[in-house]
T-cell receptor
Framework: AQSVTQLDSHVSVSEGTPVLLRCNYS??????LFWYVQHPNKGLQLLLK??????LVKGINGFEAEFKKSETSFHLTKPSAHMSDAAEYFC??????????????FGQGTTLQVKP | NAGVTQTPKFRVLKTGQSMTLLCAQD?????MYWYRQDPGMGLRLIHY???????AKGEVPDGYNVSRLKKQNFLLGLESAAPSQTSVYFC??????????????FGPGTRLTVT
């Protein structure tokens, strides 16, 4: 069975400093992994996705994530935080079932606070 | 393209009342999903559909029903609302393509309060 764990429920950084949001996954298959961002009172927007191509995935707004199979991790990083990055971030793994339903499993979310 | 839209955006119900949430997508996606979002729990799948006329249960289906009479629409119904159904509801849609990793596109959400 697949699962995903976001290791921090809340991360606080200063503007201009690096961001690291940690995610571990469990999957019997080679998974597809996603990071979504949700700004306050908004829907979810895809930041980036991993689909078994390059292990270093670049996304929008300067974010990137590295798929590490040996560590079963898919951590999200950004070199320099901006105030507009303050939001909730979800690490997501696809469910590999025989029906190919496209179902996803969401982590609990990490709230990123950016201080001026 | 409007993408995925949801109506209404907000709703307050009394216990026992019924309502229907409407989701519409204009991307010709085969797959559609309904989630609920509660604090500290991420998003949990209520029901989903892999094509017009088909629906299936997700992780938390109790108390909800769905219908997919048209490819572009996915309706979520609450027959007898309970306070435990107070939540934010999101609809999503995706292509039926493993090559695209079933990337899901989300609507803006409906905030439902049951008193």
């Amino acid at each position: 069975a697949q699962s995903v764990t976001q290791l921090d429920s809340h991360v606080s950084v200063s503007e201009g400093t690096p961001v690291l949001l940690r995610c571990n996954y469990s999957s019997s298959y080679s998974p597809s992994l996603f990071w979504y961002v949700q700004h306050p009172n908004k829907g979810l927007q895809l930041l980036l996705k991993y689909t078994s191509a390059a292990t270093l995935v670049k996304g929008i707004n300067g974010f990137e994530a590295e798929f590490k199979k040996s560590e079963t991790s898919f951590h999200l990083t950004k070199p320099s935080a901006h105030m507009s990055d303050a939001a909730e971030y979800f690490c997501v793994v696809s469910i590999s079932d025989s029906g190919n339903t496209g179902k996803l499993i969401f982590g609990q979310g990490t709230t990123l606070q950016v201080k001026p | 393209n409007a993408g995925v839209t949801q109506t209404p955006k907000f709703r307050v119900l009394k216990t026992g009342q019924s309502m229907t949430l409407l989701c519409a997508q204009d991307m010709n996606h085969e797959y559609m999903y309904w989630y609920r979002q509660d604090p500290g729990m991420g998003l949990r799948l209520i029901h989903y559909s892999v094509g017009e006329g088909t629906t299936a249960k997700g992780e938390v289906p109790d108390g909800y029903n769905v219908s997919r009479l048209k490819k572009q629409n996915f309706l979520l119904g609450l027959e007898s609302a309970a306070p435990s159904q107070t939540s934010v509801y999101f609809c999503a849609s995706s292509h039926d393509s493993a090559r695209l990793a079933y990337e899901q596109y989300f609507g803006p959400g409906t905030r439902l309060t049951v008193t």
